[in-house]
């Protein structure tokens, strides 16, 4: 995600508010960037060696080369890249809207105006929200819902053209407020492809003011109290709700990321409490100005709001009436998005990343088991969160967060200012986690880590060196990998795994003679940069999505606008399925209960895209193939 007004990703907004520590010197740069060499040499002996752990998939391995002798899986021709306004298929594949933000839930709604800067507020809480996020679909009864998330808005779009982005009042605010969050929506085939039932008894928008409960080990504790809620176990909405995850029991699971980019004060002077510089919490937010409309957001009035998001929510779609629940246990920090597993003997298991530079990686374990129709009370809560070390020899182990392995002085304390946690116990810093998937077909799992121009330069916003290391091999690395590991014994809740790298994303025309070309199974024909979502189909297939540079000029060249590209995890290959429009990332997927539509996530699109006139239009997509087969 970039703020499109100031054209900096939100990162970078953290760092010019809150200067990394000093760059290493040069002697140390040279040294980690020798030591490299010795780790790519390690993992290729890893990757060729160990057929459990997959292809061995960087450059002088013989193990891709057999793999592609292997059937190839797509049913596809893959495409080529693109710079236009367009969405853009292959062969035998249609694409069309399914819905845009701005679109009615609601009849009440109909005729919401999003052209003239976004609408009124009147009706804002009652149409489809702006740029669309992860999404699941859930089938319930014969109804198909789609749960998806607003992650920010583009306030340039969403407020009068003369404000310049900036809200004037109350009203701007909570206009603004209504647009992110959650829609919940029931969908149906029709003649003509899928629609959005308008409607729909399962139809509901869940925003920064819906009420939810704050459940686990850190509910009720002193950190989390505000005077509107002096129980500390009730709050008010959830925001920047960027990657989505689906529990074993059918629930949604929304992931708070840059929510510190909401939070300002009215004092520039006001005490900032601990743990504010970690967060990025400052004195002017990041433009959105809710701190001068709203006391909840100014932070000199209310110094633990803040700590009442950068959580992970549970949503049930199927009941309009329930409370969003907020589990502390699941910790504190950027989350990304949610990948769920259930261990052998029945415990949970949650993988999370924190997208951040230099930040952490993260699993929760649950104490409980479930099982089909079986309670789910605590099971998101009562368990240990632990973040995860990679050792460079292509082995792991995750580290416990506890109050007597990070020094801290309470578990709720612990969940709160998870970051500091990690630090603490020695985790390793990654590349900016992203997504996290799940293969159903192997016990394993993948994780983006998109890009990290500070790996080998800078510090992470805690002081922790991000030397180059296992997985995150490249200094100043531009173009990002997906890393993967496999838990010992076959058993999610393991303490242990081993891991290597799907792929490194790269230029191989640019740089044909060293990593940043990319691993092998990246070529010419299927290069891109930056990978953030992913999810596997029920085929076993990996599909990657891009949110990276789409300028298709200096080391990008080539790369086009950001896409949909496609991934076998057997046989390592990767092959582009579909660009989305210029200036947009594309980000979420799920599939119809039936398989033969696939949903897709354009968000923040530039031009007019997709009318082709007026302001542009953050939608999710339906694609299906021409001959009505499975799509995944
Ligand atoms: Fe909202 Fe890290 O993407
Ligand atoms: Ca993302
Ligand atoms: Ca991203």
């Not at 949503?315 to 910790?331: A, F, M, N, R, W």
């Not at 500091?420 to 985790?427: K, L, N, P």
């Not at 922790?464 to 173009?479: I, Q």
Request: aromatic content about 10%; charged content about 20%; proline content about 6%.
């Amino acid at each position: 995600m970039t703020d499109q007004k100031h054209n900096l990703s939100f990162d970078d907004w953290d760092e010019v508010n809150f200067p990394r520590p000093e760059e290493n010197d040069f002697d140390r740069v040279v040294e980690r960037a020798v030591s490299r060499r010795g780790f790519l040499c390690s993992v290729l002996a890893f990757g060729s060696g160990a057929a459990v752990m997959g292809t061995g998939l960087l450059k002088g391995t013989t193990a891709l080369a057999e793999a592609h002798a292997m059937k190839n899986r797509f049913p596809f021709t893959p495409i080529d890249i693109a710079t236009d306004h367009e969405v853009h298929v292959p062969e035998g594949y249609t694409s069309k809207v399914l819905v845009s933000w701005g679109d009615p839930l609601f009849s009440d709604a109909e005729g919401y105006d999003v052209n003239a800067g976004g609408g009124a507020v009147e009706g804002s809480d009652r149409v489809f929200g702006e740029n669309t996020d992860g999404m699941e679909l859930f089938s319930f009864e014969g109804h198909e819902i789609i749960a998806v998330n607003s992650e920010y808005v583009n306030r340039d779009e969403n407020l009068p053209a003369e404000q310049e982005g900036t809200p004037a009042n109350a009203d701007d605010v909570l206009k603004l407020q209504n647009l992110q969050g959650v829609t919940v929506m029931e969908v149906a085939p029709g003649d003509d492809g899928y629609s959005v039932v308008v409607d729909s008894p399962f139809n509901r928008r869940i925003h920064h003011n819906t009420p939810m409960t704050i459940a686990g080990p850190a509910a009720g504790h002193d950190l989390m109290k505000t005077e509107a809620d002096p129980t500390g176990t009730e709050s008010l909405g959830t925001m920047n709700n960027c990657g989505s995850g689906r529990t074993p029991w059918g629930t949604y699971l929304t992931c708070e990321e840059n929510f510190n980019g909401y939070f300002g004060s009215t004092d520039a002077d006001a005490p900032r409490p601990d743990g504010y510089d970690r967060y990025g919490i400052g004195a002017d937010g990041w433009g959105y100005d809710y701190h001068k409309h709203d006391a909840r957001f100014d932070y000199s009035k209310n110094p633990n709001e803040p700590h009442r998001v950068g959580w992970i929510v549970e949503i049930d779609p199927t009941d309009p009436e329930s409370t969003p629940v907020k589990h502390t246990g699941l910790g504190r920090f950027k989350h990304e998005n949610a990948a769920c597993a259930v261990a052998p003997d029945g415990r949970v298991v949650v993988y999370m990343g924190d997208d951040e530079r230099g930040e952490y990686m993260y699993k929760f374990v649950s104490n409980g088991t479930w099982a089909p129709g079986a309670s789910t009370e605590g099971l998101l809560d009562d368990g240990t969160l632990y973040a995860a070390k990679f050792n460079d020899d292509g082995t792991g182990e995750w580290l416990a967060l506890t109050p007597e392995s990070t020094g801290m002085a309470s578990l709720a304390e612990v969940l709160i200012f998870a970051r500091m946690g990690a630090s603490a116990v020695g985790a390793t810093t990654m590349d900016r986690p992203e997504w996290i998937a799940v293969n159903p077909h192997a016990i394993e799992a993948y994780c983006c880590l998109t890009n990290n121009k500070n790996r080998g330069v800078k510090a992470n916003a805690g002081g922790d060196e991000t030397p180059v290391n296992g997985p995150n091999p490249r200094e100043t690395n531009n173009f990002g990998q997906i890393v993967r590991w496999r838990p010992s014994e076959d058993d999610h809740a393991a303490d242990t795994f081993e891991w290597d790298l799907y792929v490194m994303a790269g230029n191989p025309e640019v740089y044909p003679n060293n990593e940043y070309g990319g691993s092998d199974n990246v070529t010419p024909g299927n290069m891109f940069n930056s990978p953030d979502g992913m999810a596997f189909d029920s085929n076993g297939l990996l599909w990657i999505q891009t949110d990276g540079d789409y300028s298709n000029e200096g080391e990008f060249e080539g790369h086009g606008n950001n896409q949909m590209l496609v991934g076998d995890p057997v046989t390592g290959e990767i092959a582009r399925f579909l660009t989305g429009p210029n200036g947009s990332e594309v980000t979420g997927v799920c599939w119809s209960a039936d398989r033969r539509t696939m949903f897709v996530g354009i968000q923040h699109p530039g031009g007019s895209w997709p009318t082709g006139e007026g302001l542009p239009r953050s939608s999710v997509i339906q694609v299906t193939r021409d001959d009505g087969a499975l799509i995944g």
